[in-house]
């Protein structure tokens, strides 16, 4: 048994053996509910890594134990008494990327957070309790101090995510990166086919250099995640993809829901339904990589996140609930970010269980 949490009225503890969490004191019913979640999908899933010292049972969860899964803990306690806690926060460092992707924004202007305005933007989110810290758009690793970014975050208060297309990896950057402590490295693959891949990205070789990338992840030691946008039109290319994932061994393959150009490629009941099933069919199997579908898990098992459990920094320093809606609630550089997720939660726009992306909606 390994002790997860003690305080004066919550104690959390993981069972080794079984792999169960349970909770004991005064605070322990506020728990239950994400204790019962958990505990289902360690008993009915496949984690992502099971290393000596802890389960991974996502690459976007904290591993158990760990200090950043601690706080997770302590903050679904607060969360459960109507105090909402951003445990996920993204921040987009730079608008530079290699790729010409048509559904990208990012590229548009020119202005984008200063180091020190990204280091202050980590200890606000840290202090308000986030336990995911994730560095995205355009492509950090062409970011000079993505190095020292990721090595700022203190390690014991929140796990550190990096999403890149691939194209600018080294092996001597995999390394850096892991040196520096970052938890997961997630490259975005779109189809199996490299044709499909590079015409999407805009660039003739993409595909190779996203494998080659993620290949150096894997060889440096990092946990790495294969990530993939899917649309009505690809949902059926996901086993193709999982057999990429499975060959390359990646530690899990991230499917998330395209925002939509166009009601051809919104996401129907039926598409989400057929995520759901290859969620369920690929995790209940101990071969091949573990899958996270934002479609369960932001659907039926925590619904939509946005606004409730993450908040999203743009490029400028504006606000959202998350990468995929417009609305911006205010700018760190002129508003402390605690003052500005009030403003989010009084808005009215995050309220209640949303089983659906709302991205999803183009009318």
């Known amino acids: 048994m390994t002790q997860l949490l003690k305080t004066a009225a919550l104690t959390v503890d993981f069972i080794d053996e079984a792999r169960r969490i349970e909770a004991h004191g005064a605070l322990s019913l506020m728990v239950q509910p994400i204790l019962k979640k958990i505990n289902e999908r360690l008993a009915e899933e496949k984690p992502a890594l099971v290393r000596s010292d802890a389960i991974i049972p996502s690459t976007w969860l904290p591993p158990i134990p760990s200090g950043p899964f601690r706080r997770l803990i302590m903050n679904e306690a607060r969360i459960a008494i109507g105090r909402e806690v951003p445990q996920t926060v993204s921040i987009e460092v730079t608008r530079r990327c290699g790729c010409s992707c048509e559904h990208c924004t990012l590229q548009e202007a020119e202005d984008e957070l200063s180091s020190d305005a990204i280091r202050n933007v980590i200890d606000q989110a840290l202090d308000m ?6 560095f995205t758009e355009g492509d950090p690793l062409l970011r000079p101090d993505i190095i020292e970014l990721v090595k700022y975050v203190d390690k014991e208060k929140a796990v550190v ?9 080294t092996p001597e950057i995999a390394d850096a990166l892991r040196e520096a402590g970052l938890y997961n490295l997630i490259i975005g693959i779109y189809s199996a086919d490299p044709r499909i891949h590079d015409q999407i990205r805009g660039v003739v070789g993409a595909y190779e250099r996203a494998v080659n990338a993620i290949r150096m992840g894997l060889k440096a030691g990092l946990l790495v995640t294969m990530s993939t946008h899917v649309n009505s039109e690809r949902v059926n290319t996901l ?18 829901e395209a925002i939509p150009r166009s009601e051809d490629e919104r996401l129907t009941r039926i598409d989400r339904e057929k995520i759901i099933r290859f969620y369920r069919k690929m995790n209940a199997s101990q071969d091949g990589p573990r899958v996270f579908a934002s479609t369960y898990f932001e659907g039926e098992m925590l619904g939509c996140m946005a606004g409730r459990r993450w908040l999203h920094v743009g490029v400028d320093g504006g606000i959202r609930g998350c990468p995929y809606l417009s609305r911006v609630y205010g700018n760190v550089l002129d508003t402390p970010l605690p003052e ?6 009084r808005s009215g726009d995050f309220s209640g269980f ?10």
């Open 354 to 363: 949303k089983s659906e992306c709302p991205a999803q909606d183009i009318t």
């Open 239 to 256: 086993p193709e993809l999982y057999e990429l994932a499975r060959e390359l061994g990646v530690h899990e393959l991230s499917v998330w």
């Open 340 to 345: 500005i997720w009030r403003a989010m939660r």
């Open 129 to 134: 309790g986030a336990c995911i810290i994730t």
């Open 161 to 169: 995510n990096l999403f890149t297309p691939g194209l600018e990896m």
